[in-house]
Every structure is written in structure tokens, then in C-alpha cells.
């Protein structure tokens, strides 16, 4: 291989550090093998130290370079940071077994289940929480990393974390284990090594907060230091040209409908092996691979495609979801025998399910299932299995599921199907990493395995194999996950806001920024900085990937906007391929069909668009085809209380503004046919004066005695113009902003569900307004809006979206880009959308009242 001056330059450093600068694809960690070879040729392998981002780039570092390594060597120090401080550990303590991250979650739960006021004062009512205990274990590492910085600014709530901190190290002491912050903690308090001569270091930036201490631990006596990164001050050595050319432009493939997009990936993977590719040189990159993966291995699986095992998501297998449910059963779950019914252990099609159901249904509206002579196989299996269930291991318990139930229906089944390949390598990686589990806690049981399982998905573990082996099959994984490797094909799916890029400003209960004892950033800082993180994913690991070939797919929902990425890339429909087998049936069009807006122009509003967002049929029901539908009482009830209120604060108003006024004019207002039950609408009566009460005490009452808000309009009407369409809409109230001079948008919400502080960045409603309030003349007259709000009067709780750098423009692009489909009749129902206050289910394909029920 021919190396650039500046690679050759890597390879031929003598002595001292090098630091090395290169973007993704210009040939780091070919330089650091090459320098590797020379190196080892005049000094023993075993004294020369590579560091690599995770376990997976270790070893294909290490398959790079063993074919030109000579002779024999005693140790093959090529490695991540976690495995060189769990070597450091060893030398210096013992033996220790690192836990993975399932089984930390367990010992912080196992913890935490028996605690309370004494050990948390302020912080024991949220104990019993998973969510908490969620928090707590991702709390512990990031406080051990700070230790390990040196940086560790304690205020109560960390406090407490500290405190809890001790005593699960001395846990984990005692039972001799350690989790992964805690490890680097322990390898920087060990003597230091002096072992290696030389030491090269692949990818600096991706490891742990830790890693300067350690590294120049490490690198103390070293004659030599190589390190690359991509994001290095001030390097030596620069590599500048990428190796990665693509033969064909950038594409965006865009799909109508997110069922589509899966469909739409494996058309482009066929493509691919028409080419010649293998399916091992293949990739389909996911933000979020637990919920997209399935969908597109599934999609993969119908056209034959073989997809190699994802890590973690082996359990969405229906035959592996079948055996954790069986052994979930024999823990003492009794809901899993109805799961069991459907699964491939019991063997029953649709029909008999309906009828066995039916018999089984008691006085009290459970399930006798037990009882049905149908699943005798199933439970004698489970008592089988219960009288073993404290002698042997979860592996053994589950191969004895496979062995007896799931073999023989394999072995007698005798199709084709393209899911059976995919559902045996399931099998396989999940039976396999079962036992792996079992060999490290020998101890564990039933019970705790099982408790194992309810732990939240989390990133692989640094020091782990991501993705299993297989020869040749196509790689499904995440953005992040695939640093450091490439492909010939590269599919990146998924381009849309929300997912790439997924920008959030959440704080976490424990916030790390607090620790730290720097600035807390607040939310609009948090976002910026989650946006360039993004941003670098997207720009240096996704979009470098590929060595050929790279294709984009988006599927944006009613509401969702294209990804920002890919602005500017060519788009072009999917071409969908058939799946092998008997093809679908396809309705032949309408004759004489016209367009519904034939002049390209809409009438929008919130609401409205609101509506489309959830459910593009719901809009079509009532919005085009004007279909008639009852209003609910929680409707009509937020009605009465908007027309109230907007009377009441009314600035032109010259009634005293009074409790008793107040009561008066509710009274006034209100009516007894507002539900047409009378326990409902006795119901929504509690429901109004209490909302007025908890109103009057918490703004009415300043309002009266002139220390509230100053309101400035109510039910203020407004019509922009948005491209060629019209958005109408009225504010519920405007007051005078706290800055004096801004407006604040305050929007009433009657409805029980409040919003999270994530979902205020994406409420249209107050972005419509928004952009309102910078289009209408008469509004702007009141000055710039700097506040926009809704007001929960159950509770007072009031909720603010954040005005950020081009609020508006962004506002104007989602309004346009649902016009579009709007437009394009795009009127295909919602998976996603709030089913449960919908009057359509009897027009709904997607509810059992409203499906078609086969050919005439």
C-alpha cells in the first residue's frame, strides 16, 4: 500500500509524542498499522500498546496487522482503554470482574429496594421509582468520572448520590466486581506500568472523561507516543486527503409513509448486490436501532436479504420473545401465559385462540387459561421447568424451552419462510449471550435474571463486540456504533428532525453540569450544544462510512420536517421491489378523480394542523369531507371556560374584576346541557368552578388588587398568509411580556394531560402564533412576542416554548411542508395517533370496527 508524505511522516516518527489530525477516511488508523509493522519489527510485540475507541475496532486493528507480525510473542497488547485499566487492576488487586451494564442496574436496584429517609432525607419519596433507579445508575458512573477528574462540586442532591456512591462501591468491593467509571478510577490510583515502549493511540476524542490521567500514565516511560483524532489542537502531523470517494452522488430517497421506508432500504441493498457487492460490505445506519431496527430486518428478511444479529434487539424474535415469556411464567408472572398463546410455543392459530379466550373468561373478567386442555403441553413444560427452576441456571432453563418445544415445531415445519434464518440466528445470539450471562454470575437464578431483563436498553459496553459474526450478511446498527468502520454501501435511514438530529435540552435529575461545578447551561445552551453534536454524528460518522456508495431515507410523518443534514441533497421517490411470493392485491384508481384543491391554495389553522399531525384520515373525516362528529364534554367544557375568562379579563371591561363577579359570570355562563348524560355533566360542573378557584387564587386574585399580569387582548383573531395559504386562528390572551416591552402568548389548556418540557419545543399551536404575532400588523403593534405559554387552570402549571434563532422560519416550513401533503392527499391513518378521543373508528381500517373484511 502507497501511503501519502503525511502517513509516511506517522510511520516514520522516532521518539517523543506525535499528535495526528485527520477527518474521518484519511487513513489514521492505516498509518498506525503501518507504523505498528515497522515498530514491531525491531521491537517485541508485546511491549507495544494500541488503543483503540471499542473492542470491535480492537480486534480489526489486531486482524490488520497479525499477518505481517513475525515470530512469537508472549502478549498482544491491542486493546481499549477499559481493557487496559482492567489489566492495570488485575496486576494491582486481583482478579475483578467487570460489570456489564444490565448488571449494574440490578445491584443499584437490589440497593436502593432496601434504603429509605435515613440514607436519602431529602430524596427517599422517589425511591421505588424505576425511573429513579434509572437516574441513580446512570449517576454513579458520571460522579466516579469526576472523581476521576478531579472535579466534583457536590450541592444536596449529589450529596446524597455521594453517599449512596460508597456504599455501592463497597458492594461491588465485597462481591469483587467493578463497573466501567469505576475501573478507570482504580487503574488511575495503581502503579504505573512501565511496559511499553511505544504506544499509539487510534481515535483519542471517543474515549472515556478518564483518559488523559490514564494515558499519561501509560505513556510515562514510553520512547515513543503516536495519537490521532479528529479533533486535535495545534497536531504535528495533518492528513488532509480522503481516501473514501463516493462513484455517484449523494441521494435522498423520500417515502411517503414510515411502513414505506423499510421497503424503500432493502431496494437499495438489492441494487447493491446487483452490482456485485457482498452483503458483508453493506450497512443500514439507525439513530435509534430499538425501535427502527426490527422494522427493517424485517423488511430485509421478506426480500431475502440476511441481516447479521443486532445486539439487543434478538429479543424481538417472536420464537425468542416465546422462551423469555415461558420463563417469565415460571417466575410467577401469570400474564405471560396469555402472550404465550400467540407465540410460536403453543402452536395455536387465530381462531382457536379467540375460542380458548372465550372459554377461559371468569365471572370476574380474568383468564382460567390454565385450565384449557389445549395448553396441557405448555403447562406440564412450566412445572417441569419450576421444579428445576432452583438448581439450574437461566441457560439451562432456556435451552430446555428450545429443546422441547420450539425444535420439534421446526423440525416438522418444512417451509421456506424468509424469517426462519433470521429467527434461528436469534436463537442462537440469544442462547449463546445467556450463557455467557450465567458463566459470569453463576449465582443468579431465575429471579434475578428475570429482574435483569425489565432493565432499560442502554448503549453496548465499551469493552464488548458490538454486532456478532457472520460472514456475510448486511450490518443493521446505530450512527454512533459505527465510528471506525466502513463500508461499500452505506444506507443512512431516518433523515428527519426528531431523529437526525434528535436535539434535546433535558436535564437529568442528576445533572452532570452541577457536578462538574461549572455554569449550568440552560435549556437554550443545552439544545445548541446537543444540535452540534449532531451535527458532527451525522457530518463525521454517518456521511463517511461509505467507500462507493451512500443513500439517504426519510419517511417525515404529518408534522415532521426533512432533516436539516440533507438540505440540498437530490431526492427522488422510492423504488419499491416485490417481495418473493403471490403479489398484493392494488385497488385500479378512481375514474374521473379531481384533485380536492385544484387551486393549490389551503385554509389552515393550529388546530387544524394540529389534527393533520396526528392523523392525516382524522383530518380528512373532518376537514375535507366534513364529516359530522359529536363534541365531548372536555370540549365543551374548555369552550364555557375560554368564553368566561376572555369576558372577564376583557380589557375593555369596566365591571369590577372580583371574585364575586367572577362566580357571578360563570353562573351566568354556564349551561346543564353541556353533556348529555347528567353524571357527566355534573362531573364537568366540579370540574369548571374548580378550575376557576385554582385560577382565582393563583392570577385572579393579583389581577384584582393590579399586581397580575397586564392583559392586553383576548380571543385576539388573526389571518396570515403562508405561502399561498391562509392560517386563521385566535389567541386566548395576550398580556405584556415580564420584559416590558415584548408580548407574552398565553394559551388556556382545560385538559387533564400536561405536556413534558420536550415536547414545548415542538408545540405547533404556540409556533403558529408565534409567527403570528411576526405577521399581523395589528399585533406587532403591541411589540415583539418574547413569551409563549400554556396555562394548565387544573393545576396552574404553566409551560413555556423557547423563542430560538429562526422560530419563525422553521414554524413557516412545517406549516408549509404539511400543506404539501395535505396537497398531495397523503390521507393514510396514523399508527401514532391519539386513537382514544377519535369519533371515526367506524371509518378507520386501522380499529377492528372500521377494517375491510376480505374480497367480495
Known amino acids: 500500500m502507497e501511503l501519502t508524505a503525511a502517513q509516511q511522516q506517522v510511520v516514520d516518527h522516532h521518539e517523543g509524542r506525535v499528535c495526528v489530525r485527520g477527518a474521518a477516511g484519511t487513513g489514521k488508523t492505516t498509518a498506525l498499522a503501518s507504523r505498528y509493522v515497522r515498530l514491531s519489527r525491531s521491537t517485541d510485540a508485546s511491549r507495544l500498546l494500541v488503543l483503540c475507541r471499542n473492542r470491535t475496532a480492537a480486534l480489526s486493528f489486531r486482524d490488520a496487522v497479525l499477518p505481517d507480525l513475525a515470530g512469537g510473542f508472549d502478549a498482544l497488547p491491542i486493546t481499549t482503554y477499559h481493557g487496559v485499566a482492567h489489566d492495570l487492576v488485575v496486576r494491582a488487586r486481583g482478579p475483578v470482574r467487570l460489570l456489564v451494564g444490565a448488571e449494574q442496574r440490578a445491584i443499584v436496584r437490589e440497593l436502593l429496594d432496601g434504603e429509605g429517609a435515613v440514607e436519602w432525607p431529602t430524596l427517599h419519596p422517589l425511591l421505588g421509582h424505576a425511573a429513579f433507579v434509572d437516574e441513580v445508575t446512570q449517576a454513579v458512573l458520571a460522579y466516579q468520572a469526576a472523581l476521576a477528574t478531579g472535579n466534583a462540586a457536590l450541592d444536596d442532591r449529589w450529596g446524597e448520590l455521594a453517599a449512596f456512591t460508597g456504599r455501592y462501591l463497597d458492594v461491588l468491593d465485597s462481591r469483587g466486581c467493578v463497573d466501567a467509571s469505576g475501573l478507570l478510577v482504580l487503574a488511575l490510583g495503581s502503579s504505573p506500568l512501565d511496559r511499553f515502549d511505544h504506544v499509539l493511540v487510534d481515535d483519542h476524542e471517543a474515549g472515556p472523561p478518564a483518559v488523559g490521567g490514564l494515558l499519561d500514565r501509560l505513556t510515562a516511560e514510553a520512547r515513543s507516543v503516536c495519537v490521532t483524532g479528529a479533533h486535535i489542537e495545534q497536531p504535528d502531523v495533518e492528513l488532509t486527503p480522503p481516501f473514501r470517494h463516493l462513484d455517484r452522488p449523494t441521494e435522498l430517497v423520500r417515502c411517503g409513509h414510515p411502513a414505506v421506508e423499510p421497503e424503500a432500504i432493502a431496494r437499495e441493498l438489492l441494487a447493491a448486490r446487483a452490482d456485485g457487492v457482498e452483503w458483508a460490505r453493506m450497512a443500514v445506519l439507525l439513530r435509534r436501532p430499538s425501535s427502527r431496527a426490527p422494522a427493517v430486518a424485517r423488511a430485509l428478511a421478506r426480500h431475502r436479504i440476511p441481516v447479521t444479529p443486532v445486539p439487543g434487539l434478538v429479543t424481538e424474535e417472536p420464537v425468542v420473545r416465546a422462551i423469555i415469556d415461558m420463563l417469565r411464567w415460571v417466575n410467577g408472572d401469570p400474564q405471560a401465559l396469555d402472550r404465550l398463546l400467540v407465540s410460536p410455543l403453543a402452536g395455536l392459530d387465530a381462531t382457536t385462540v379467540r375460542e380458548i379466550r372465550r372459554r377461559a373468561r371468569t365471572d370476574d373478567g380474568g383468564l382460567d387459561l390454565e385450565a384449557q386442555p389445549e395448553l396441557n403441553a405448555l403447562v406440564h413444560l412450566r412445572d417441569d421447568l419450576a421444579a428445576r427452576a432452583d438448581r439450574d441456571d437461566p441457560a439451562a432453563l432456556a435451552y430446555e424451552v428450545w429443546r422441547r418445544a420450539l425444535i420439534p415445531v421446526i423440525a416438522h415445519d418444512g417451509t421456506d419462510s424468509p424469517g426462519d434464518d433470521r429467527a434461528l440466528d436469534a436463537i442462537v445470539a440469544f442462547l449463546d449471550g445467556l450463557r455467557r450471562h450465567t458463566e459470569r454470575n453463576p449465582g443468579d437464578r431465575l429471579p434475578q435474571y428475570v429482574a435483569m431483563l425489565d432493565a432499560p436498553a442502554v448503549e453496548p459496553d465499551p469493552w464488548r463486540v458490538v454486532g456478532g459474526a457472520s460472514p456475510d450478511a448486511v450490518t443493521i446498527t446505530s450512527v454512533s456504533a459505527a465510528a471506525g468502520r466502513e463500508w461499500d454501501t452505506v444506507v443512512v435511514a431516518g433523515c428527519v428532525e426528531g431523529e437526525l438530529p434528535a436535539v434535546h435540552g433535558r436535564v437529568a435529575f ?142 375593555a371591561r369596566t365591571a369590577p374584576r372580583s371574585y364575586e363577579a367572577l362566580i357571578a359570570l360563570a353562573q351566568e355562563r354556564w349551561r346543564d346541557d353541556i353533556a348529555r348524560y347528567r353524571p357527566q355533566a355534573e362531573e364537568a360542573r366540579r370540574d369548571y368552578y374548580d378550575m376557576l378557584e ?18 392586553l387582548d383576548v380571543e385576539r383573531r388573526f389571518s396570515i398568509e403562508v405561502g399561498p395559504h391562509t392560517v386563521n386562528g385566535a389567541i386566548d390572551r395576550i398580556d405584556r411580556a415580564d420584559d416590558g416591552t415584548g408580548i407574552r402568548i398565553v394559551d388556556y389548556k382545560t385538559g387533564k394531560k400536561e405536556p413534558s418540557a420536550d415536547d414545548m419545543a415542538d408545540n405547533l399551536q404556540l409556533a403558529v402564533y408565534h409567527l403570528a404575532a411576526a405577521r399581523d400588523e395589528e399585533l406587532m403593534a403591541l411589540g415583539p412576542a418574547t413569551q409563549l405559554r400554556l396555562l394548565y ?49 367506524r371509518l378507520c381500517p386501522l380499529q377492528r370496527e372500521g377494517r375491510e373484511v376480505g374480497d367480495a
Open 793 to 841: 387552570p387544573r393545576t396552574m402549571k404553566a409551560y413555556d416554548q423557547e423563542i430560538v434563532a429562526g422560530h419563525a422560519e422553521a414554524t413557516e416550513a412545517r406549516i408549509l411542508a404539511t400543506a404539501e401533503h395535505i396537497l398531495d392527499e397523503e390521507f393514510e391513518p396514523s399508527v401514532h395517533a391519539n386513537c382514544r378521543y377519535c369519533s371515526f373508528h
Open 510 to 651: 442528576f445533572d452532570r453540569a452541577r457536578l462538574d461545578g461549572a455554569d449550568v447551561p440552560s435549556v437554550a445552551e443545552r439544545r445548541r450544544r446537543s444540535l452540534a453534536d449532531e451535527r458532527r454524528l451525522f457530518e463525521e460518522v454517518a456521511c463517511t462510512r461509505a467507500t462507493r456508495r451512500l443513500v439517504g431515507t426519510a419517511a417525515p410523518e404529518p408534522g415532521v420536517l426533512l432533516s436539516r443534514f440533507v438540505d440540498g441533497w437530490p431526492v427522488r421517490p422510492p423504488d419499491l421491489p416485490l417481495a418473493p411470493g403471490r403479489p398484493p392485491f392494488a385497488r385500479p384508481p378512481s375514474a374521473g378523480a379531481q384533485p380536492i384543491y385544484a387551486d393549490g391554495q389551503l385554509r389552515l389553522s393550529a388546530s387544524r394542523l394540529d389534527t393533520y399531525d396526528d392523523c392525516p384520515l382524522r383530518y380528512a373525516y373532518e376537514y375535507v369531507l366534513h364529516v359530522r362528529r359529536e363534541a365531548g364534554v372536555q370540549a365543551a367544557l374548555g369552550t364555557v371556560f375560554h368564553e368566561l375568562l376572555a369576558e372577564f379579563l376583557d380589557p
Open 694 to 711: 385554582t385560577w382565582w387564587e393563583a392570577e385572579g386574585k393579583l389581577i384584582e388588587q393590579g399586581l397580575g399580569p397586564e392583559v
